[in-house]
């Protein structure tokens, strides 16, 4: 059974409760609505869905000050570190993944807060994944974003795709209903056009 319909009217209440302030008033209310969608659409598109939010988040519920920037929405080096620790690199482990296509906005592309090498150098994904990894994360990004640019997203080696996207779209105003359709777009056209898997991760919380 698809929970998606089931959750409509539990989103849309939500989405009317947060988006009565100004455009990018986002908060975690809103980013957790979003990810239950995202979570749902996973299962009806037969896709794997990564939860990428509680992982930043303490017992308390509320998101760890440490894996943030000052900003309070972009990842400190301890954030990305436990990204990837904790649920990519296992998963990618499991499935055998050798090439990893990293799509979504300023979230994925900031990767190189991390520093190797006795920060000698700024970190690629390549580095926290231990596989070769295509950083296609791009800062500002909306879904409709990725979308117009998935062509050059797209490379012969890549194994499997990670689909982080969201973030901006709330900022935006943008409603939920439009960001799954708009997810739904990036998942199959890259299914269809390369034919390989696609990961829907969900978007990380806002330190607030």
Known sequence: ???????????????????SGLTGDTNNIEIRALNVALA??????????????????GQNGKPVIFFFQPDGEHLSELGYLRWANIVLVPFIK???ITCAGMVGDSITRRVYVVEVQNGTR?????????IKAYNEGVDGETSQDVINRLDSCIQPDIDCYFLMIG??????????????????????????????????????????
Do not use: F
Not at 40 to 57: E, F, G, P, R
């Open 1 to 19: 059974m698809r929970l998606y319909p089931l959750l409509c009217p539990v989103l849309v209440a939500i989405s009317l409760s947060c988006g």
């Open 40 to 57: 749902s659409k996973a299962q009806a598109l037969n896709v794997q869905y990564l939860d990428t939010y509680s992982i930043l988040v």
């Open 94 to 96: 499991a499935q055998g």
């Open 122 to 130: 700024p970190a690629t994904w390549d580095d926290l994944l231990g």
């Open 167 to 208: 973030n901006n779209d709330l900022h935006a105003g943008i409603p939920i209903e439009q960001i799954i359709a708009n997810v739904e777009t990036i998942v199959r056209t890259l299914q269809t056009r390369t034919g390989k898997p696609v990961v829907i991760q969900a978007v990380m919380p806002l330190l607030q």
